[in-house]
Each structure stands twice: as C-alpha cells, then as structure tokens.
Nanobody, 115 residues
Framework: QVQLVESGGGLVQPGESLRLSCAASGFTFSDSDYEMNWFRQAPGKEREWVAQISTRLGRRDYAQSVKDRFTISKDNAKNTVYLQMRNLKPEETAAYYC??????WGQGTQVTVSS
C-alpha cells in the first residue's frame, strides 16, 4: 500500500534554511505522472497547500507565499520528494505534510521557526 514518510523537520531560527524529505513506497514515481504535494498546518489554522511536483514530467507549482524561497524537487531513483525551504519565517511554524494528490498523506514533520 502507499506509504509516505516525511523527515527533516526541526527547530531553526528566522532566516535559516531547512530541507524536508518525503520517501514514498507502494508506487513508483516513474510509472506515471503523479502529483506530489507538500502541505502545512499551523496550530489553530487550516491546512495550507505549499507546493506540487509531478513525478514524471517534473512540473512544479508553488503557493504565492513561498514561491521565491521554497524549491520542490524529486529523485525518481529514490522515489523521494524534497522541499528546500529558505529564509524561513516564524509564521511558517507548522506541521508539514507530504501527500500523493490529496488521497494519501504522510504523518507530518514539525518545523519550528523561532529565535
């Protein structure tokens, strides 16, 4: 079955960078043009879509709020999606989730941006 496992979260100071990983199993990136997404959810707030990449063609899309600072990428050999986050802001403290479309979800990884 499909499993998504996020890692890479942690505590960073404002302005610092962090790279999240999402290791996928139960399907193969190169078999189809799957849409892999990153979402985030801060306490008391609704879940917010952050970025998307398609696994075969590599099409990328970003939320406006992160467009110039975050980079989504993939490694088909590792069946893994990454989210490189730069110049992080305190308001981006949240649990970050990887998702296959909006059907399968990982357990999330916590990112805390604080001085």
């Amino acid at each position: 079955q499909v499993q998504l496992v996020e890692s890479g979260g942690g505590l960073v100071q404002p302005g610092e960078s962090l790279r999240l990983s999402c290791a996928a199993s139960g399907f193969t990136f190169s078999d189809s043009d799957y849409e892999m997404n990153w979402f985030r959810q801060a306490p008391g707030k609704e879940r917010e879509w952050v970025a998307q990449i398609s696994t075969r063609l590599g099409r990328r899309d970003y939320a406006q709020s992160v467009k110039d600072r975050f980079t989504i990428s993939k490694d088909n050999a590792k069946n893994t999606v990454y989210l490189q986050m730069r110049n992080l802001k305190p308001e981006e403290t949240a649990a970050y989730y990887c998702a296959l479309g909006s059907t399968y979800w990982g357990q999330g990884t916590q990112v805390t941006v604080s001085s």
